[in-house]
């Protein structure tokens, strides 16, 4: 008789325990397109095996060369998720346009309106696509702003366009400026020229979610794809970046190899559904 | 009887007052009009169709000193009306704290027609151009948001930018907007040369004999009607002492080091000095620098070499016709035209 209870008790608590296992088996997504929800894409910056600490930190690059960060901001923008079944799914160009900055914790999670489903890709364009980048005035709004809504400091008057990338710092490697600082400055950008080709260091970046979790978005809840971004991988890549000798790179041919590097930081940690 | 006399009274009355209200009466504002010969503007007019509202704001913006750090530097400073929108008599400007710059302050003219702004065309949007002159360190040094919020603090700006565009709302874009219908509005287009174009006058034996040689030697950079077709080009002048790279900064292509935009030939009697830093001070030291100084450089531009010889061949006689043609673009409408003055608004 006691065998009796303990092997129904076991079967309930087998049973509950597999009913909540397979919670987000038995949600499916509606199928309906015009059902949205919010995706959170994370863009977490760490270097190499530390986090990034702004100012304080101290990290060293692959030709051994330490450094401090005190500012990095990008531009994160046209987004495309892909589901299981291949289908893709373009955000409203108007509404993709994020400038995710170290300083600010709250532009780290890029939140976009995506339909429910299952998406095993993500795609986005780390920088501004060239049409944006030649865009009217009256849409230049928020982020794009040349004001300063993208908080100063991430667009080229003089030769126009975005700053994609701009990452500064300190390394006792660098020059020292008029004022003693021992500066680095990376500047990059560049989105092909308008009326004459010059450098395009636009990155189309996609990232594989299946190893690490798909990201299943449902009405109700908010899917956060959590990507950690190395930044270390911009001075550790196909060409290894030195301090001493690129101490400041703006608009120059280097800054295509630096780029280059920068387009293989993101990987995908794992999601939170 | 006495009807009468009222009536008539009133008739005259009526007379007084209808011809009084003719004098008084204002031209009615035409907005942007392509002139008689022009070709079709660059700039999108229909995207930002000029008003009188938006014109008027877009002048006192362009006077407007809070544009500066400190509020004492406007786009008049350094693009003086009177020296058809130049800084005359500055190879370079002074600008915020007296700083200075490296480049000859280009003219405010014909600006619908180009399609980059600056020596090195690194701008190619009008409506974003203004942004350049604020931020720059040596020129205004300030931020564009800042200016936003002066104006916002300023009367009567709010008010003058919902006559004009329908909200009191002060945004980058309206702003931009305004200083673009200033702008484009700002239009030589009344020399003798447009005269004679228009059948309207004709040239004198000299100016005709230089037309000609103008027409030989000198068009096809500086085309007409608008004088300069846009392109960049090195012309042999060498590289001054800050060895300013000109277009080859925006493009990174080597074949436009020391490359820098062909300027129009209009307006020449009140812009001197000429050149990109400018260098020369008369215009015979520019046709010196034509005939026998142009130096031969690997981007010297190919027009500017004749069977491997660099330099373009003119007798004095021939550069005194040139001269005298020259001289038939300069514009005095243009330069005392009271809707583009500072003392009108």
């Not at chain 2, 014109?55 to 009306?81: A, D, M, V, W």
Request: with cysteine; charged share 20%; net charge neutral.
């Amino acid at each position: 008789m006691k065998n009796i209870y303990a092997i129904i008790f076991s079967c309930f608590t087998a049973a509950t325990f597999f009913t909540s296992c397979s919670k987000d088996k038995t949600v499916a997504p509606s199928g309906d397109n015009t059902v949205k929800t919010t995706l959170s894409i994370q863009f977490d910056n760490i270097v190499g095996d530390k986090n990034l600490q702004l100012g304080t930190g101290t990290y060293t690059n692959a030709v051994g060369e330490q450094f401090k960060v005190d500012f990095l901001k990008y531009y994160i923008t046209n987004i495309k998720v892909k589901n299981s079944n291949g289908v893709e799914y373009t955000v409203p160009k108007d509404s993709s346009y994020f400038l995710v900055n170290e300083a600010d914790g709250a532009s780290q999670f890029v939140k976009v309106r995506v339909p429910e489903g299952d998406y095993t890709s993500l795609t986005f364009i780390l920088g501004v696509d060239s049409l944006t980048s030649v865009m009217d005035v009256k849409k230049r709004t928020g982020v794009l702003d040349p004001s300063g809504g993208m908080d100063e400091g991430m667009y080229w008057e003089w030769n126009m366009g975005y700053i994609f990338f701009k990452m500064e710092g300190t390394s006792n490697v660098a020059p020292a400026d008029p004022s003693g600082q021992h500066k680095f400055r990376y500047h990059i950008g560049g989105f092909g020229g308008y009326n004459a080709p010059t450098i395009n260091n636009i990155k189309t970046i996609t990232v594989d979610l299946t190893t690490a979790g798909i990201a299943k978005a449902r009405v109700g809840r908010e899917a956060n794809i959590h990507l950690m971004v190395d930044i270390l991988k911009m001075f550790n890549g196909k060409t290894n970046v030195s301090i001493a000798t690129y101490p400041t790179v703006m608009f120059a041919d280097f800054s295509a190899t630096i780029a280059d590097n920068y387009s293989k930081m993101f990987t995908h940690d794992h999601t939170e559904n | 009887m006495r009807k009468y006399y009222w009536c008539v009274a009133a008739m005259i009355a009526f007379l007084i007052w209808s011809c009084q209200k003719d004098k008084n009466q204002e031209p009615a504002f035409e907005g942007f009009v392509q002139p008689a010969g022009f070709p079709v503007p660059t700039y999108n007019v229909a995207g930002n169709p000029v008003t009188k509202a938006g014109f008027e704001l877009g002048r006192k913006l362009f006077y407007e000193p809070r544009l500066s750090r400190n509020n004492t530097i406007s786009c008049g400073s350094c693009h003086l009306q009177t020296s058809a929108f130049t800084h005359h008599g500055h190879d370079i400007s002074h600008g915020i704290d007296d700083r200075l710059g490296s480049r000859n302050a280009p003219p405010i003219m014909n600006l619908a027609w180009n399609t980059t702004f600056m020596w090195d065309g690194g701008i190619f949007d009008l409506d974003l151009q203004p942004v350049a002159p604020i931020t720059n360190f040596v020129e205004m040094d300030e931020k564009v948001s800042n200016v936003l919020e002066k104006l916002r603090n300023t009367s009567p700006y709010p008010e003058l930018f919902k006559k004009a565009f329908g909200s009191s709302d002060i945004t980058t874009a309206t702003m931009m907007q305004a200083m673009s219908q200033f702008m484009i509005m700002v239009i030589s287009d009344q020399a003798k040369y447009d005269s004679v174009m228009r059948g309207l006058a004709s040239f004198s034996e000299d100016e005709n004999k230089g037309y000609a040689i103008f027409l030989q030697k000198c068009n096809s950079c500086h085309k007409e009607p608008l004088f300069t077709d846009h392109s960049f080009r090195n012309n042999g002048i060498g590289a001054g002492p800050n060895n300013d790279s000109g277009r080859f900064a925006i493009t990174l292509n080597p074949k436009d080091m020391y490359a820098f935009k062909v300027p129009s030939l209009r307006n020449l009697a009140y812009t001197a000095p000429y050149m990109h830093d400018g260098r020369f001070y008369t215009l015979q030291g520019v046709l010196t620098h034509y005939t026998s100084e142009v130096a031969d450089m690997p981007t010297l531009d190919p027009l500017l070499k004749t069977n491997g010889t660099p330099g373009i061949s003119l007798t004095s006689q021939e550069q005194a016709q040139l001269l005298a043609f020259l001289n038939t673009l300069n514009d005095k409408k243009f330069i005392t035209d009271t809707r583009f003055s500072q003392e009108t608004q």
